[in-house]
């Protein structure tokens, strides 16, 4: 791992830094491949990556292409705060029964009540089940069930999103959930290591703004490339990465 200078345990936590630097990265699958070689030295049973949609997928490609194991997609939506959208105040993920993970220092900080999240909740399952029918159709997602999943997302600003991925996971029983983003917020980080088993994070800035200002490519992914993403994250998990786009 060229360019590292220190290794930090924490608890259950790996946190991988610079010290004086902060690591830009040219898209999100690089930041994968970045990714997946950082958790080449850590031992997994019957791993499996789950990408969060959308900005998650690419990601998770690079990082399952680098350790040569499955991967799958997560749907997971965040609920932004009224102008600043990516600042969650919430996350919902959809499954059997829907888990929804209320961040109440923003909602306390914006004057957001749980109705209102809940409100919202109901407009990002009706988008979770639109991805679901593009992203898996009718094939049987992965199973989890008494295997190690790593979690992955390009960036955690707040952690809702993984946290409420974490806990719907959880339900599925799972040997061990690891975490795995580029970036992170410190505070961030302090709360996923109290919800995953370990967690992984190639940045953690003390000056953190928002997720985009650490890549170079930023923009939002279309459904047709998540769709051709997760084809070939299925297809071949060996070798390098060729995406349908490098702009990923």
Do not use: W
């Not at 609920?79 to 919902?92: K, M």
């Not at 690891?178 to 800035?205: M, N, R, S, W």
Request: proline share 5%.
């Amino acid at each position: 791992m060229r360019g590292i200078k220190a290794l930090f345990f924490r608890r259950a936590s790996l946190v991988l830094s610079r010290k004086g630097a902060v690591m830009s990265f040219a898209t999100r699958l690089e930041a994968g491949e970045r990714l997946g070689e950082a958790c080449r030295g850590l031992v997994f049973e019957k791993p499996l990556v789950l990408g969060l949609a959308r900005g998650g997928v690419p990601v998770a490609v690079g990082v399952a292409r680098r350790l040569g194991v499955p991967m799958d997609v997560l749907m997971v939506r965040k609920i932004g705060t009224p102008g600043y959208a990516e600042l969650a105040s919430a996350a919902v993920v959809d499954g059997q029964k829907p888990v929804i993970v209320f961040n109440e220092e923003v909602m306390r900080s914006r004057s957001i009540s749980k109705s209102d999240v809940r409100a919202a909740a109901a407009d990002a399952l009706r988008e979770i089940e639109r991805r679901r029918e593009l992203y898996v159709g009718r094939r049987t997602p992965v199973e989890v069930t008494d295997r190690d999943v790593i979690l992955v997302d390009d960036g955690a600003a707040t952690g809702s999103s993984l946290r409420a991925a974490v806990d719907a996971v959880r339900r599925k029983s799972p040997l061990r959930i690891t975490i795995a983003v580029p970036v992170a917020a410190h505070e961030a980080l302090e709360t996923l290591k109290g919800v995953a088993d370990q967690v992984i994070c190639l940045e953690a800035p003390e000056r953190f703004g928002s997720v985009s200002e650490f890549y170079q490519d930023f923009r939002q992914l279309t459904d047709d490339e998540v769709v051709a993403l997760l084809e070939t994250g299925r297809i071949d998990t060996s070798g390098p990465a060729q995406p349908p786009d490098r702009a990923l």
